[in-house]
């Protein structure tokens, strides 16, 4: 995970972009970083591109960058 010089997260994963794999694998590993129930997570735009657009309900965006920052160290 690394954050991009226009404030995007760049984040690579290991699913294939096949049957929503990739997106499945995206939610499961933003749950995990921010610490969030899987289904805090929704998908907003982006369901079968490579950019993507996520809701986090449970945290603000102050909460989730601090934690996506924490997540850049692993």
Do not use: F, Y
Request: hydrophobic share 45%.
């Amino acid at each position: 995970i690394e954050q991009t010089s226009d404030g995007a997260w760049k984040i690579r994963l290991r699913a294939h972009a096949v049957e929503g794999a990739a997106n499945v694998a995206l939610i499961e590993q933003l749950a995990e970083w921010l610490d969030v129930p899987k289904s805090h997570i929704q998908l907003v735009r982006g369901q079968s591109a490579r950019q993507k657009v996520v809701a986090v309900a449970s945290l603000d965006e102050s909460e989730v960058l601090e934690r996506l920052r924490g997540a850049t160290t692993i």
